[in-house]
């Protein structure tokens, strides 16, 4: 997901960044937007990347914490336990 999001965002910099130097890209890929459309692609990519980033990061965060816990993590910083010893 993470990679997908990173290429999708330097797509939209290349668009943003092209569209300022006079250059289409969507035009040259043979795809005409219309002009209100074509206005804002750019921003739509790299909103499209950044979400695409955040949602693959969620899963990464979650599984190391489920990882410590099926290795008894909790009971090494001295938690009693289910028997209250």
């Known amino acids: 997901m993470k990679i997908a999001g990173y290429l999708i965002i330097a797509f939209g910099l290349v668009d943003l ?7 289409d890209l969507w035009g040259s890929l043979g795809i005409i937007l219309p002009e209100v459309i074509w206005q804002f692609s750019s921003y739509c990519e790299i909103a499209l990347g950044y979400f695409l ?13 489920i990882a410590e ?10 938690d009693p336990g289910e028997d209250g010893e």
């Open 17 to 23: 960044i092209g569209s300022y130097a006079g250059f």
């Open 69 to 78: 816990d099926d290795q008894g993590a909790g009971l090494a910083d001295g």
């Open 53 to 65: 980033i955040n949602l693959g990061s969620r899963g990464e965060e979650e599984e190391p914490a």
